[in-house]
């Protein structure tokens, strides 16, 4: 279909907490834009952060759609309804036109012993010797192998259609994007199991434009990445080969790439994905999530006077409800508890001082990410003080608009869309 939705190579996913900084995030794709690079904002917010906030999907759609006109953005956008399944999908369906399903807790689930028997009997190309175009080592793989991934997944791509075709019925075919996330899971898939995944999406007829999977390493909330930096780069780079070959050999949408969930923050493997976008001229969707409501804070703490002490008391009642605010995150953050300060030392604390701890600075001595960390999950404890605290973020919203738009443009879309200040050219 001609004017089928199409995601654009590069694309940046936002996450907005409270929904007032729609206009800071876009401002970061029109430094981009002036930089050199066409990065797509998309605006992302699980059921589980509309849920703890108290908010609806129609709400991001309204700030999403005024920092559009207000700053005249004439390119795409999208917002993304971020984890859904069958159960969370509906107040997603109006206002928005990406789809991030997600099938993880699937995965694993035995599957129909004679589907998965028809799948390995149809595609006989995937045992014996791939060779993949831009993958140095041919992948080897046999009968068992393959039987064996298929039974692992193709359980959680039967579902995958399932609510693909549920969207499609209510919105149309072609008027929204579709991403299948696997990232939520215990192991990461190697790139040999997402050459048997894609070929099961293909089977399916699941027209997806991203795809999440897991990757190698830990990808905890609001700090680098924790992991090993080489192997993330090779599997990552021969990620971007097995798409390119899945979307020739079945059929696969020709933009399909990429989705890297949890992705601000990881500044160690940045210059490693620009790398591998440039040589494969891939592109690649990074979503980011609570790396702005971060700023939000560090914004209030900078403003000084009522803001600061507003940030001070939100670090105060999060450690005090640390517990209970980390566990459900537990799997993705890594918090020393004795690294972190008590509220009484912090409330002496400067506007420096405070913004020196929690902004992403690793090379600040004041930086501390298990307090950065506790408070990215902290953003439970503002929704709490509703009003008030939308009150001091509209009170001090030029400073606060300044740390979320450097913070996108500085720290997220200039390393990984134009390159590092080493003199790596940026991407087209
Ligand atoms: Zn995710």
């Not at 690079?37 to 917010?45: A, G, M, Q, R, S």
């Not at 109006?94 to 028997?117: E, M, Q, R, Y």
């Not at 790396?291 to 939100?314: C, D, N, P």
């Amino acid at each position: 279909m001609a004017d089928s939705l199409r995601l654009p190579k590069y694309s940046i996913g936002v996450g907005d907490r409270f929904a007032h900084q729609a206009k800071a995030q876009l401002q970061a794709c029109i430094q981009g834009a002036q930089a050199g690079v066409e990065v797509i904002p998309v605006w992302n917010k699980s059921n589980r952060e509309h849920n703890i906030i108290g908010s609806e999907p129609s709400e991001t759609r309204c700030a999403a759609d005024r920092a559009i006109a207000e700053l005249k953005w004439s390119k795409p956008y999208f917002l993304d309804a971020d984890h859904i399944n069958l159960n969370t999908v509906e107040r997603f369906l109006k206002p928005c036109d990406f789809f991030t399903i997600d099938v993880a807790d699937l995965i694993g689930k035995p599957a129909d012993p004679s589907k998965v028997n028809d799948f390995v009997k149809r595609h006989s190309e995937l045992t014996g010797t791939i060779e993949i175009p831009g993958i140095e080592r041919s992948f080897e793989s046999d009968h068992a192998f393959v039987h064996k991934v298929a039974n692992k997944y193709l359980a959680a791509i039967e579902e995958a259609g399932r609510i693909y075709r549920h969207i499609e019925q209510r919105k149309g075919t072609g008027n929204f994007i579709a991403e299948v996330s696997m990232d939520e899971t215990d192991s990461p898939q190697t790139s040999a199991e997402l050459l048997i995944i894609l070929a099961a999406i293909a089977d399916d007829r699941i027209p997806i434009q991203t795809i999440a999977p897991k990757f190698t390493g830990r990808f905890n909330k609001g700090v680098d990445y924790v992991g090993d930096v080489n192997k993330f780069s090779e599997e990552f780079a021969n990620d971007i080969a097995v798409i390119g070959h899945a979307v020739e050999r079945y059929g696969l949408a020709s933009n399909l790439k990429l989705s890297v969930h949890s992705g601000s923050d990881k500044f160690s493997i940045y210059d490693p994905i620009h790398r591998a976008l440039r040589r494969f001229d891939a592109g690649v969707h990074l979503k980011t999530a609570g790396t702005t409501w971060l700023e939000e804070l560090i914004g209030l703490a900078e403003a000084g006077g009522a803001g600061l002490a507003l940030a001070k008391e939100i670090y105060r009642e999060a450690l005090s409800h640390c517990d209970e605010l980390t566990v459900p995150y537990a799997s993705v953050i890594d918090i020393e508890r004795a690294s972190l300060p008590s509220p009484d030392a912090v409330n002496t604390w400067s506007s420096e001082h405070f913004t020196s701890a929690i902004r992403h600075d690793q090379a600040n001595p004041a930086y501390n990410s298990s307090m950065r960390q506790l408070l990215h999950v902290g953003f439970k404890v503002a929704a709490k003080l509703g009003p008030r605290y939308l009150q001091l973020l509209r009170e001090t919203e030029p400073v606060i608009a300044k740390n979320v738009t450097g913070n996108l443009f500085d720290r997220h879309i200039r390393p990984v869309f134009l390159g590092s200040a080493s003199g790596t050219p940026a991407l087209s």
